[in-house]
């Protein structure tokens, strides 16, 4: 009968001994615990502190007795192997509980230590108020210390997975958390670019987080721990926890001989085996080659640990015949409402190991566009840049991000390629995915990549580009243009680029960017195919770059801060009226509307206040937050805060005194915008439309001045019966009735097209053109009918919107002369 002996419990040691059992019923196996809890759920342990997990017991999967009933499993907890003799394949058990020792001998040892949290010898750090959390009895003390002390002020030093949780899981407990983290960004598995889009995120739920700082020293001062931090900040706080890693706990099997990697874990070969062929390891603290850099690497998760219990039990009992390949880290967590997963080697890693490499960034939808509720995905891919080898990969979004992570992982795993992506065969429904999955979207970005279709040049990569050898074409519409871009870009507009292509020079570095890199990709194709020939993509667009360059930290967002009666954090000292609490706020819902939608929906209602009141306003727009930003700055309103919840976005600005935009340079310049719409082309129609709305929304004065077949676009749809000459029943005939006549100016295919994009328009929630004439009148916007037009064209001022003006010529030109922009449609 064989003697299986196992040191630790929880996911490897417990896993191990299960299967042992079921594979030999006779065997003797003993496994010991120096703690209370053999098997437990310690990804759970944030969550049971926050109150969403409300039962301890439910964090328990096994005791002690439920082993020993089930398994025939001797446990001794409060039993701690303090010494391992190969030579005479015995142990040294100390038993805590009654300070006594004995030994006992194997047949194979099985060893699974795990990891303990580094707590550094900074002064004051053995504080009561100050805790780790790696098992259930720090958790203890944790949810202790909250239901007893009432905290409100918590510091946790470290955004590593388990740190960001404790944070959330804090912050729902109704504490102001401040995270400090020694790096420069949060989550360092995770590339910069991608913990950037982490960082904007806990700005939006008011967290405090101070980056590349680290703690020199914590200071009791009576209630109060002083977090005296390396950059000279001092920040207050109730309570620390301390989540700055862990390393693998191996002190009695180097004291045993036992070989350890580079790394500093166990080492092990494909069988699980240590140098001693006696000897098995497992969990955290085993170190095994990595299986894209072959590096020695420990993986501290539960789902490796358990299936390398699984395999190393079976090798035990059947000779070793099973073999490990390696964990890619396949990891995922809850940051407040994002979800954050990574999988393989991230780029920075691949770089410090010299491995070729190509990175790509893509954003999708959580599902089909047209379908309700879509919310934003974004996904970072790393390939060998000749065969397309999948490295791996990083995703964030709100909704599905499990899913997709677990469907490159499974690539990853098996050696596959991007081109491997692009055929995964995915379940489909509008609720959950689109035809074309985020995922396969990125395995065809990367395909036209690796096959030259488009070349991509990183953030990163622009941001240190000398201007003069450069030339940086924005490829949004004017409006999203005017909400921000990159400094020193040129805005043509997609649609516009094979019009204006002798603006765009061939002696430099043409650079392509929009939103999310879609329309920059579609510009690059136009400008190869016209002989441009040194042409990139920005990847990721101007979503990525914004994030990435933007102010990280977020330090000093409870300096004199008080809770107001209304529920909203002020800075200040509180004021004695309490006139905080009085101020009339309005709600609105815009939940669902594209841009320039929410922008009009806020300026519609923000006129309707008066100077002091507050709006409210909820959209599901991303897009949005740098928008209200951006448009306040234009107005002079005043942005108080914006909070997102599950992808929904709460706006909170108040009313201020309207202000002259300081984005134009001279006080005295004119600052209203003409257009001459000439065109009755529906999709040009619109667009000036959605110009016209939104620099309307912005304060501005706007004229358009409607000639020739843009008369149409200003026709009412149920007109009056008038006279008309023989010329004006002819052109009658031609023309459009209205703007619900009108055509798209490409693949129209017999009005199948416009109808098609009305279609997409009203999946969209994107309003139609009669909606946005209405609106556009409702924010002052001016049309003017063309007289000399409208009689050629033999049109009638009672066919014409009851709000439209008839003028000249002289007319708009007085009208441009007061303008700083002028376009014609």
Do not use: W
């Given at each position: 009968m064989a003697k299986y002996l196992i040191v630790g419990g929880v996911a490897g040691g417990a896993t191990t001994a299960a299967r042992l059992r079921r594979m030999d019923e006779h065997a003797e196996i003993i496994m010991f615990e120096r703690g209370e809890h053999i098997s437990y759920a310690n990804c759970g342990l944030p969550y049971y502190v926050g109150g969403i997990i409300q039962d301890r017991e439910n964090l328990l999967v096994q005791t002690p007795e439920s082993f020993y009933n089930r398994l025939n499993v001797d446990v001794r907890i409060y039993n701690e192997v303090i010494r391992i003799d190969r030579e005479n394949k015995l142990v040294e058990i100390k038993d805590i509980a009654n300070k006594t020792t004995y030994t006992e001998t194997y047949d194979k040892l099985v060893v699974s230590p795990g990891a303990e949290p580094i707590k550094p010898?900074?002064?004051?750090?053995?504080?009561?108020?100050?805790?780790?959390?790696?098992?259930?009895?720090?958790?203890?003390?944790?949810k202790t210390y909250c239901d007893g002390k009432k905290p409100q002020k918590v510091v946790v030093v470290g955004a590593g997975f388990i740190g960001l949780e404790m944070a959330e899981n804090l912050h729902h407990l109704g504490m102001m958390v401040t995270i400090?983290?020694?790096?420069?960004?949060?989550?360092?598995?995770?590339?910069?670019?991608?913990?950037?889009?982490?960082?904007?995120?806990?700005?939006t739920k008011n967290v405090e987080f101070y980056l590349k700082d680290g703690v020199s020293e914590f200071e009791r001062n009576g209630d109060i721990i002083s977090v005296h931090?390396?950059?000279?900040?001092?920040?207050?706080?109730?309570?620390?926890?301390?989540?700055?890693?862990?390393?693998?706990?191996?002190?009695?099997?180097?004291?045993?001989?036992?070989?350890?990697?580079?790394?500093?874990?166990?080492?092990?070969?494909?069988?699980?085996?240590?140098n001693d062929p006696n000897i098995y390891a497992l969990g955290d603290a085993m170190a095994f080659p990595h299986p894209i850099t072959g590096k020695y690497t420990n993986t501290y998760l539960a789902g490796p640990a358990n299936k390398q219990g699984r395999l190393l039990a079976d090798n035990l009992v059947l000779g070793n015949k099973k073999t490990y390949k390696g964990a890619i880290a396949t990891a995922i967590a809850k940051v407040f409402d994002l979800t954050v997963a990574s999988t393989g080697v991230a780029e920075k890693v691949l770089k410090k190991e010299g491995i070729p490499y190509i990175s790509n960034i893509i954003h999708g939808g959580s599902n089909a566009g047209y379908y309700p509720g879509a919310l934003p995905t974004t996904i970072k891919i790393t390939f060998d840049p000749e065969t397309g080898k999948l490295y791996g990969a990083q995703i964030i979004g709100y909704v599905g991000v499990d899913k997709r992570i677990d469907m490159i992982a499974g690539v990853v795993q098996k050696g596959g390629t991007i081109y491997d992506l692009q055929e995964i065969e995915h379940a489909y429904a509008p609720p959950f995915s689109s035809a074309k999955d985020p995922v396969n979207q990125a395995g065809f970005t990367a395909g036209n990549i690796i096959e030259g279709l488009v070349k991509i040049i990183h953030w990163d990569e622009l941001h240190q580009l000398h201007a003069a050898n450069h030339y940086i074409l924005d490829v949004r519409t004017p409006d999203e243009f005017q909400l921000g871009g990159i400094e020193g870009a040129v805005n043509i507009e997609i649609d516009q680029i094979r019009n204006r292509l002798d603006e765009i020079p061939k002696d430099k570095k043409i650079i392509l960017y929009c939103g999310v890199g879609l329309r920059g990709y579609f510009a690059s194709r136009i400008l190869t195919q016209n002989g441009f020939t040194d042409v990139y993509n920005l990847s990721g667009g101007y979503k990525t770059y914004e994030h990435a360059t933007c102010k990280q930290s977020n330090e000093d967002i409870f300096e004199?801060?008080?809770?107001?009666?209304?529920?909203?954090?002020?800075?200040?000292?509180?004021?004695e009226d309490t006139q905080e609490s009085v101020i009339k706020t309005i709600e609105i819902d815009a939940c669902g509307l594209q841009c320039p939608g929410p922008i009009l929906k806020l300026k519609q209602e923000i006129d309707k206040l008066e100077n002091g009141q507050r709006l409210l306003q909820k959209v599901t727009d991303p897009g949005f937050v740098k928008d209200a930003e951006s448009w306040c700055n234009l107005t002079g309103n005043k942005l108080i805060s914006i909070e997102s919840d599950k992808g929904v976005y709460s706006a909170v600005i108040e009313k201020q005194e309207a202000k002259e935009s300081t984005l134009e340079i001279g006080g005295n310049l004119?600052?209203?915008?003409?257009?001459v719409v000439f065109s009755d082309d529906l999709d040009r129609a619109m667009a000036s439309l959605v110009i016209a709305n939104g620099a309307a929304s912005t304060g501005k004065k706007v004229t358009l001045f409607f000639t020739f077949w843009g008369l149409n676009v200003i026709k009412k749809t149920h007109k009056p019966k008038v006279q008309k000459d023989l010329m004006g029943k002819m052109f009658n005939k031609?023309?459009?009735?209205?703007?619900?006549?009108?055509?798209?100016?490409?693949?129209?295919?017999?009005?199948?097209g416009s109808k098609m994009m009305k279609k997409r328009m009203l999946s969209q929630k994107v309003d139609s053109?009669?909606?946005?004439?209405?609106?556009?009148?409702?924010?002052?916007?001016?049309?003017?009918?063309?007289?000399?037009?409208?009689?050629i064209m033999g049109v009638n001022k009672e066919e014409l919107l009851d709000d439209v003006v008839i003028g000249g010529v002289a007319t708009y030109l007085d009208r441009a002369d007061n303008a700083n922009l002028n376009l014609f449609i």
């Open positions: 010898p900074i002064p004051g750090i053995h504080d009561e108020a100050i805790f780790t959390l790696r098992n259930v009895k720090d958790t203890d003390q944790i400090v983290e020694m790096a420069e960004q949060v989550m360092t598995p995770l590339d910069y670019e991608m913990a950037a889009e982490v960082h904007q995120h806990l700005k931090l390396q950059s000279g900040r001092k920040v207050e706080a109730d309570m620390v926890i301390l989540s700055i890693g862990v390393r693998p706990e191996t002190k009695l099997v180097k004291e045993a001989g036992i070989e350890l990697a580079p790394n500093g874990g166990i080492k092990v070969n494909e069988y699980l085996q240590t004199s801060s008080y809770i107001a009666r209304d529920g909203q954090i002020y800075r200040g000292k509180p004021k004119p600052k209203n915008k003409t257009m031609l023309m459009a009735g209205s703007a619900d006549d009108l055509k798209i100016s490409k693949m129209n295919m017999m009005g199948l053109l009669e909606d946005m004439l209405i609106t556009a009148m409702e924010n002052g916007v001016e049309m003017i009918a063309c007289q000399m037009s409208m009689e």
